[in-house]
């Protein structure tokens, strides 16, 4: 699902402190973001100091999100990230999210690799995509979900271990494939 995001210029009178996005964690598998036209992400590091994030025109940020967090039972956390208010005030923001989604079938249980690779025991709930709030955008049958294939290897944990998106997606059907 591509998303534009419009943030208005913010006026003199907001409140100190206030945001232009809350802090919150993605719902989906993965979020794609290419170069916004100002800055303004940030993300919380494990630290939990907030880190600004800006992609260059040649990069794409990845961000992890909830659905991932649960088939990997937890050994990809999902992404904390909030948007700042601009330092000049008049400057408005655009940025274009491409939410990546599963099939309403896939079943986002952690995955028994993953669950021993995080201590052996399930740390997140058995359920599939319809069961989370807001997932049925991407089932809908107006807006089939999409399988994305990507070349991405996603194992930092044990590096001779690599993971692949194979490691938590079932193998696609013919079907599945957009
Ligand atoms: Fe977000």
Redesign the pocket.
Known sequence: MLRLAHYPPVPASIAVGSLRAAP?E?INLI?LLCEATAPGLEILTQEGQWLPIEASPDQIVVDTGDMLQNLTNGLFKSTT?RVVNPVRGNQRRLSMPFFVHPRPEVDLSPRPALIERTGGQARFPRHDSRSIPGAAVAGNSDCPGLRVEIPLCLGDSNPNQPLTVDDVLPPPSQDMVA
């Open positions: 919150h993605d979020t990230h």
